[in-house]
């Protein structure tokens, strides 16, 4: 999985602006699935089985990204974000920007006495070598993405916008492995996860499914004085409880649990008071579904070099496949 | 007021997200009382009182869940805990709960470490909810064995009949509004009805609605009620958002709120002489009302509330009257809704 993992890390898509992956997704599931169509937000749906239960399996294929607000009369481009950064990991980063022209974040406020302050977003900028903005190869409106090369160290993995491409190289390889399924299976490429969990809003409206499964990455809480959080990195699937905007259903909940022990799946119970998932959206969409997360966890999220581990990726699709496979009980 | 009923859904747990055992308490009691009952799919409570019309419904709305919090880490023999709904963290250290685990519950204690033992600058004011941990008594072996991530952790406060035909008590935020609601749906049992009546007792209200617009797609009712509490006067509560204890029900005014849905509901109180206050709600509601109202193609919504004291704490307050009294204007209106009634809400005049 790890070519997988590579390609779809390296390609440059953000929220709404998510062209690029869904190319790249549809070559290759077009074999693997019964049906494939694209919603009018761009989502990418792809069934496979019929009969028993309907079921989403969504996974956010957007990465956080940024948007030019105006290029100033020196030529640096000042820009608003898509999605959430945090500010500490952004300065000295480099961009690549939909249109081919590349970029490295800078920050005024360098200066000796307020170095060791955070700059804000508003006074950061990107330099794009531009002099004015004649010369600049990019205008308002124009959409970047962070620029980092995927890395393989073993068992541990580092890309950019492994948030949430590891989860769709998941969702693929599930697809790939899954020979059968009693199911009504839709595995669906969300866009615009980023900003508010906006494709499963009306993908899950549009499929109306029973159960509700978000793929994403979580925060961890292994790495020095980090947040109080027991999911570690490499220690199992992570297995949603709740999160800030949602509480997984029990039943679910305990349907992966039982799944997990019986197939010796190592996994993690997560409560997370940070971030949350499309799980959220597919819950409340028309008359409600069951939904749960399961969660690949991941260190340093949102910033350009997220880490996750290859065996918690493998589990992960070892849990999807067992899940799908059976005749569900809840 | 026979409060039996009210004070088992107050002792009961049924947490945002976990609202299973209130749920049970409230299907077993409503089984009589409707002439349908099931189940959303995130397992809101749906009661069918059928009207002698055709068609016509309107859905009250109670939510059922209740704050508190969830097991988000074991250290050793304590836990950390994160907030399930908008708990008030000032008045957690001292109290007593109920750890909710698989192997059964298990009794306990919110603990705050010493002042010298937190991080510099954190010990003044409430201390933060990170900073907090519950002691079950048990050695960290036993707690490793018993108490799993996930299990929820609710209030162990029972009940408590004070003076004056007030009541205190976790929950009551929003099981008051459930009690109302059952006493309506009794009310009903001998009075003519035009309209059908959906009783809900959602679920998850307390972390954004989950249930009222889940069950408002799902029941497309022509017009919907939510009914929920709001804050009483009380020591350093007494502007304008707060009504006097004992003093009625409020009627709800502002962008959620129906205007001729409030119209109706202050001329019936007033015929009835039910005391009542008028809730002035400018934004959103923060109640189920919010989200009803956008459901499906949109519903005309009015939210009616109970004053309390002390909310998002363990000792809430309510006069029982104004439960008897907002069951009664419940009642009175349903039984007011004729075959017209939903032409005449119209946007001209």
């Known amino acids: ?330 | 007021m026979k409060t039996d009923f009210l004070k088992s859904l107050l002792s009961s747990s049924g947490l945002s997200g976990f609202e299973i055992p209130v749920a049970e308490l409230i299907k077993e009691k409503w089984a009589s009382l409707t002439d349908e009952l099931d189940q959303s799919a995130l397992g809101s409570l749906h009661g069918l009182k059928r009207g002698s019309g055709k068609g016509h419904s309107v859905m009250i709305a109670t939510h059922m869940d209740a704050i508190g919090l969830i097991v988000s880490k074991v250290s050793g023999e304590f836990l950390h805990v994160a907030n399930l709904g908008g708990i008030d963290i000032r008045v957690l250290p001292g109290q007593a709960v109920i750890v909710h685990s698989e192997r059964g519950d298990l009794s306990g204690i919110i603990a705050q470490p010493p002042a010298h033992l937190l991080p510099e600058g954190e010990a003044k004011g409430a201390v933060a909810l990170k900073h907090l941990l519950i002691d079950v008594g048990l050695s960290a072996r036993q707690v490793a064995r018993k108490i799993k991530i996930g299990d929820t952790v609710s209030f162990a406060t029972e009940p408590t009949e004070m003076s004056g035909g007030l009541l205190a008590g976790h929950s009551l935020d929003n099981r008051a509004s459930v009690a109302a609601l059952t006493l309506c749906l009794e009310e009903l049992q001998s009075r003519d009805h035009i309209w059908d009546v959906w009783a809900a007792a959602t679920v998850q209200e307390e972390i954004g609605h989950m249930g009222a617009s889940t069950s408002a797609f799902q029941i497309r009712p022509d017009i919907a009620i939510a009914v929920n509490v709001t804050f009483a006067k009380g020591p350093g509560a007494t502007n304008w958002e707060t009504f006097e204890l004992g003093s009625g029900p409020t009627i709800g005014l502002g962008a959620v709120n129906h205007p001729f849905l409030h119209q109706q509901f202050k001329e019936l109180a007033e015929k009835l002489e039910i005391p009542f206050g008028i809730e002035i709600l400018p934004g959103r509601s923060g109640t189920d009302g919010d989200d009803l109202q956008i459901s499906v193609e949109g519903i005309p919504t009015i939210v009616i509330s109970i004053p309390i004291r002390y909310m998002h704490t363990p000792v809430e307050v309510v006069a029982t009257k104004d439960i008897q009294r907002t069951a009664r204007l419940l009642t009175e209106f349903v039984a007011m809704l004729d075959a017209d009634f939903l032409e005449k809400i119209v946007w001209d005049d």
């Open chain 1, 1 to 330: 999985m790890k070519p997988l993992i590579k390609k779809l890390t390296e390609t440059f898509s953000p929220s709404g602006y998510e062209n690029a992956i869904r190319e790249v997704i549809t070559d290759e599931i077009k074999d693997f699935a019964d049906e494939i169509r694209v919603d009018a937000l761009g989502n990418l749906i792809a069934r496979k089985g019929s009969g028993g239960k309907k079921i989403m399996i969504a996974a956010h294929m957007d990465e956080i990204g940024l948007i030019v607000n105006h290029v100033d009369e020196k030529g640096f481009a000042r820009f608003s974000p898509l999605g959430t950064f945090l500010p500490h990991t952004l300065v000295g980063a480099r961009v690549r920007f939909l249109n081919g022209a590349y970029g490295v974040v800078g920050a005024e406020y360098l200066k000796k006495e307020t170095q060791t302050k955070l700059a804000p977003l508003d006074k950061m900028f990107i330099d794009t070598g531009a002099t004015s903005p004649k010369d600049s190869p990019v205008k308002i409106g124009d959409v970047a993405a962070l620029e980092r090369p995927f890395h393989d160290l073993g068992k541990r993995l580092i890309a950019k916008s492994m948030d949430n491409r590891v989860s769709v190289a998941v969702l693929i390889e599930t697809m790939r492995k899954l020979k059968t399924t009693a199911h009504e299976v839709y595995f669906v490429f969300t866009t615009q996860e980023e900003v508010q969990v906006r494709g499963a809003i009306t993908s899950a409206f549009g499929i109306a499914p029973e159960i509700g499964i978000a793929i994403d990455i979580c925060p961890v809480g292994d790495t020095p004085d980090s947040a109080k959080k027991e999911v570690s990195l490499g220690k199992g699937v992570s297995i949603k409880i709740k999160d800030p905007l949602m509480i997984a259903d029990p039943r679910i909940v305990t349907w992966m649990i039982k799944a997990a022990e019986k197939a010796n799946i190592p996994y993690q119970r997560e409560v997370s008071t940070l971030g949350s998932t499309d799980a959220r959206a597919i819950q409340v969409a028309g008359a409600g579904a069951m939904v749960g997360g399961i969660s690949i966890p991941c260190r340093y999220v949102h910033s350009p070099s997220e880490m996750v581990d290859y065996d918690d990726v493998q589990n992960t699709v070892k849990l999807l496949i067992t899940l799908l496979e059976k005749k569900i009980e809840l």
